[in-house]
């Protein structure tokens, strides 16, 4: 099948795009440039925040499938260019995809809720969205529920792997000197999953997920904050992280990624195997963590 893929020359975006070449599906990348798409996959202009441009690249070949990936994570302070891009920029792209009779839709959104008392939580499970990105993407999962298309949601939770935040973001602070490391006692759980198996985790939704599947991606074993950041430590043969006082970090990078950070999630990831007979490659950080750091 033919497969569109927004946000395709992202960190998730070019590993989802390898996985579904690999598999054997044609892939159309929506960039705002041509030049920026991965290897192997067809341009096709459009931004999100442009609906005309949505629907002509939508009307000049419609795909099989659309994965919504691009989204606004950068500006965690800046609520209107979130809402812009993570909001009306899906509903845009649904908009476009009704007209173009698009007949799949997979939203890519995050592991919305987590426990502050740091219990397993499922898909359905109630509790605080306790971030502003988190925020935009809950109410992007509305909008894509009551779209009238055919979807699923893939939730993943800290997506770790040889590019993105992971490298941009935490190893490039390890390596500055005094190593701004871990964040408070570092005992709140993560719900991490490497790249790839979020890419093989997207490729399933879109060749087999139930209309309205909503599945968390996460690898087998959750992992506290300190124990991430050490392991990570660890493979690039460094010492033990630094702790970071809590208010401390909220003066340096702000409230919302601290709360990113300190927030405790630990989700379920046995609906995906259950229903889409997904397995990691990587099912814990034991594995994937050294695997991408030695692809740095």
């Known amino acids: 099948m033919?497969?569109?893929?927004?946000g395709a020359s992202g960190f998730i975006g070019g590993s989802t795009c390898a996985e579904l070449l690999g598999r054997g599906h044609a892939v159309a990348a929506l960039v705002r440039r041509t030049g920026s798409e991965p290897a192997g996959t067809r341009a096709v202009a459009g931004d999100l925040t442009d609906a005309?441009?949505?629907?002509?690249?939508l009307a000049g070949g419609r795909p099989d499938a659309v994965v919504h990936l691009a989204a606004e994570i950068g500006s965690q302070r800046n609520a209107a260019k979130l809402n812009e891009v993570n909001v009306e920029g899906t509903?845009?792209?649904?908009?476009?995809?009704?007209?173009?009779?698009?007949?799949?839709?997979v939203f890519v959104s995050t592991s919305v809720k987590g426990d502050p008392r740091g219990a397993q939580i499922d898909e359905d499970s109630p509790g605080p969205v306790e971030t502003a990105y988190g925020k935009s993407?809950?109410?992007g999962e509305e909008l894509v529920a009551g779209s009238g298309l055919e979807y699923s949601i893939i939730r993943p939770g800290h997506v770790y792997g040889p590019a993105g935040w992971y490298v941009t973001?935490?190893?490039?602070?390890?390596?500055?000197?005094?190593?701004?490391?871990?964040?408070?006692?570092?005992?709140?759980?993560?719900?991490?999953?490497h790249v790839d198996d979020v890419a093989s985790a997207i490729a399933d939704a879109v060749e087999k997920a139930p209309n309205g599947?909503?599945?968390?991606?996460?690898?087998?074993?959750?992992?506290?904050?300190?124990?991430?950041?050490?392991?990570?430590?660890e493979s690039l043969g460094m010492g033990a992280p630094r702790r970071t006082p809590v208010a401390l970090a909220k003066l340096m990078i702000g409230g919302d990624p601290t709360a990113v950070v300190t927030r405790s999630a630990r989700n379920?990831?046995?609906?995906?195997?259950?229903?889409?007979?997904w397995e990691p490659r990587y099912p814990t950080a034991r594995e994937g963590v050294p695997a991408a750091v030695a692809e740095l």
């Open 91 to 105: 509903r845009r792209l649904l908009q476009a995809c009704g007209e173009a009779g698009a007949p799949r839709f």
């Open 2 to 6: 033919e497969v569109l893929v927004t």
């Open 268 to 277: 379920s990831n046995a609906r995906i195997k259950r229903e889409l007979a």
């Open 52 to 57: 005309p441009a949505l629907a002509a690249a």
């Open 137 to 139: 993407k809950a109410v």
């Open 169 to 193: 973001e935490l190893i490039g602070q390890l390596r500055k000197p005094g190593r701004f490391g871990v964040i408070g006692n570092g005992e709140n759980w993560w719900d991490v999953v």
């Open 213 to 233: 599947g909503v599945y968390h991606v996460v690898d087998d074993e959750p992992i506290s904050q300190r124990d991430f950041i050490a392991l990570t430590a």
